[in-house]
């Protein structure tokens, strides 16, 4: 949808045209998977897809939330009251960040806001940090005030946790706040620390393909993950899973159950792959970038064991082809995305292959796009 066609949209929500757009992109993890809410760190891009909110101010001193993904399901809140969660469930991310910049000390400006979004609802490319990053951005620019981006992140975050009441982690909306075109965000998860890498490669293009399944166990299974790791980390004494490195995990697998040593050598393993990630990307080495792939996508199946069959299939067509230099399931998992990293040259033979291989076994099509490091949220 193009800029006349969201301006008319809106016209048609709100009986007037908008007065400004916040636009804020989805995501990906290139490595780092399982290692926020462990203190590790993260190593995600912004991609080319995103939530744009157009907003206006209101004289009515109500908020008004639409969204085009929404029909029929608008929103409307009165200022003076306190913000409560409510229906309908998805105006419960907007309201949780309007909520929180209050908290904040923000006064809350009356306006009306109509969302329109590219990103995927609900296949692990953050279309929920998305809309919360928009809406601050769009609230913020209606009130006339800036807020520095890991504080947006932090209070979209806080947001995501106390409406619509998903524990996420910090990375989604760090990316998606802090992003930079043609770079990726190192994150400490432990501090909030950021550093942008170069990632900038023209040979080299980043393939998601999109299972579009959704496993039952996702919510049961993040949560048990999560809190098998705040008990290995108990159990050996530290903070976090973070401040272990393998050979104190060695000492210290007896006190541990079998599956809870094996959640924790994921994490050890994945949060030194990611730095030997960055160092990979900084020496311009994409086949050592690729090998940490695959190995973080074993140890995601096999340790983690938050891959399924969709993801593996996908992983294992991409690496069959010439010109991949590596691949593997980002995001929670249990369906969602894969990634490859391909020779921009063969990016659309290696496109081909992943959607012939998933077309014989599963009987669907799989989407799959070609992304390069995008900009963070930002105003247009
Ligand atoms: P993901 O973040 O991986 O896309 P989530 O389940 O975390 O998946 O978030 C998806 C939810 O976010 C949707 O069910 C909806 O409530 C909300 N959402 C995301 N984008 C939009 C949008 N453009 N309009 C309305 N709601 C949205
Ligand atoms: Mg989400």
């Not at 990906?28 to 939530?51: M, R, S």
């Not at 043609?182 to 994150?187: P, T, W």
């Not at 998933?358 to 669907?364: A, F, I, M, P």
Request: glycine share 10%.
């Amino acid at each position: 949808m193009d800029i006349d066609e969201l301006n008319a949209a809106f016209g048609k929500a709100f009986g007037r045209r908008p007065v400004g757009v916040a636009v804020a992109p989805g995501r990906v993890n290139l490595i780092g998977e399982h290692t926020d809410y462990n203190d590790g760190f993260v190593l995600p891009i912004a991609v080319d897809l995103a939530t744009r909110a157009a907003w206006a101010p209101r004289d009515d001193g109500r908020l008004a939330l639409a969204s085009l993904q929404q029909p029929g399901k608008d929103a409307e809140i009165d200022l003076c009251e306190p913000i409560a969660p409510g229906e309908p469930a998805w105006s419960n991310y907007p309201k949780g960040v309007a909520a929180m910049l209050a908290t904040s000390g923000l006064e809350l400006p009356a306006c009306s806001i109509l969302f329109d979004s590219s990103v995927p609802i609900g296949s692990g490319l953050s279309s929920s940090a998305s809309l919360e990053v928009a809406t601050g951005l769009a609230l913020l620019a209606a009130a006339g005030k800036d807020m520095e981006g890991y504080k947006l992140a932090r209070l979209c975050q806080a947001a995501e946790h106390a409406f619509p009441e998903v524990p996420c982690g910090i990375m989604d909306q760090a990316i998606i706040a802090l992003g930079q075109a043609d770079h990726a965000l190192l994150l400490d998860c432990r501090d909030g620390q950021a550093r942008q890498v170069p990632f900038n490669d023209p040979d080299v293009v980043l393939l998601v393909a999109d299972t579009q399944v959704a496993h039952e166990l996702s919510g049961g299974g993040y949560a048990a993950r999560r809190d098998q790791c705040h008990a290995a980390a108990e159990k050996l004494n530290v903070a976090a899973l973070r401040d272990l490195n393998t050979g104190a995990l060695e000492a210290g697998r007896d006190h541990l159950t079998e599956v809870e040593y094996r959640r924790a050598r994921h994490v050890v393993g994945e949060i030194a792959r990611t730095l030997a990630a960055v160092d990979a990307v900084e020496a311009g080495d994409m086949a050592r970038f690729g090998e940490l792939m695959v190995a973080s996508h074993e140890s995601l199946r096999d340790d983690y064991e938050v891959s399924c069959e969709e993801l593996d299939a996908i992983v294992a067509a991409a690496l069959a082809c010439d010109g991949t230099f590596g691949a593997r399931m980002t995001g929670g998992g249990f369906g969602g995305c894969a990634i490859a990293l391909v020779r921009t040259a063969r990016a659309e033979a290696v496109t081909e292959a992943i959607q012939t291989d998933y077309e014989k076994r599963y009987g669907r099509r799989c989407p799959v796009f070609a992304t390069h490091a995008a900009q963070g949220a930002c105003y247009v």
